[in-house]
């Protein structure tokens, strides 16, 4: 089955965010890292940080707005996800942050893209 367009939205949100990421010196380490109970769309490294990056892309204002969709309930499975990724690699000694990248795709226009770096903190009691 051919991917449905939120899909093939977030794809191209996720390619976008990666690229605009790259060109400030961030070194993308994985897209995609999965878990039971989370996904994080991109982890990269910045200056020796471990970077999980949630990456939100919307084509219109119609749910709001993008870093408006990275609810507490979300930033509780990106924290798993993270801390489960940082086990796995052995990795718990290293300084990590979670940031949002949100993509707007307008019609005909370039794309806008924002960086919140440092955007919420490691969820707790999960």
């Known amino acids: 089955m051919p991917p449905g367009r939120n899909q093939t939205t977030g794809c191209r949100g ?20 999965r878990v039971r109970g989370g996904e994080i769309d991109l982890i990269a490294e ?3 940080v471990i970077v999980f990056v949630e990456v939100k892309t919307r ?7 993008p870093a408006a969709a990275v609810t507490r309930r979300k930033q509780e499975r990106l924290s798993r996800a993270a801390l489960a990724f940082l086990v796995r690699r052995g990795l718990t000694d290293r300084p990590a942050r979670f ?28």
Request: charged share 25%; hydrophobic share 40%; proline share 3%.
């Open 59 to 65: 084509t219109s204002q119609r749910y709001g707005e």
């Open 99 to 126: 940031d949002v990248v949100t993509v707007r795709l307008a019609g005909g226009r370039p794309p806008v893209i924002e960086l919140f770096t440092n955007a919420f903190e490691l969820c707790h009691g999960f």
């Open 46 to 48: 910045e200056r020796g």
């Open 14 to 33: 996720e390619q976008l965010a990666a690229a605009f990421l790259q060109r400030r010196g961030y070194r993308l380490l994985e897209r995609n890292f």
